[in-house]
């Protein structure tokens, strides 16, 4: 059995680079093409976002008294009675100021 290719292929054909005249085309060999620029809408609360994360990330002293409240929350020792009167009287101070 002799298999000489898949289907009739009759010569071939050099592959070129199509030829054909700015002219014939309408478009002016000297003109610039336009080319869409992307761009990028970032809201007021993202930016405030990405500065809260940034500090956080910078200030290391930070970051380890985010961690020690974070496990004591997890542990169930961070509301105190103190820190709970705290807030209470800090609240109070504020519905006063507000309404006075």
């Not at 010569?11 to 869409?36: E, F, L, Y």
Request: net charge negative; hydrophobic share 30%; no cysteine.
């Amino acid at each position: 059995m002799n298999i000489s290719g898949i289907g009739s292929t009759s010569g071939s054909w050099p592959v070129s680079k199509n030829q054909i005249p700015a002219q014939q085309t309408g478009v002016d060999s000297n003109s610039r093409i336009n080319i869409p620029s992307d761009e990028l809408d970032i809201s007021p609360m993202a930016r405030m976002m990405a500065e809260l994360q940034s500090i956080e990330e910078n200030d290391p002293s930070r970051a380890d008294l985010i961690a020690r409240i974070r496990d004591e929350i997890q542990q169930g020792n961070y509301d105190t009675d103190e820190k709970l009167e705290s807030a209470l009287v800090k609240f109070l101070q504020q519905i006063q100021t507000d309404n006075g």
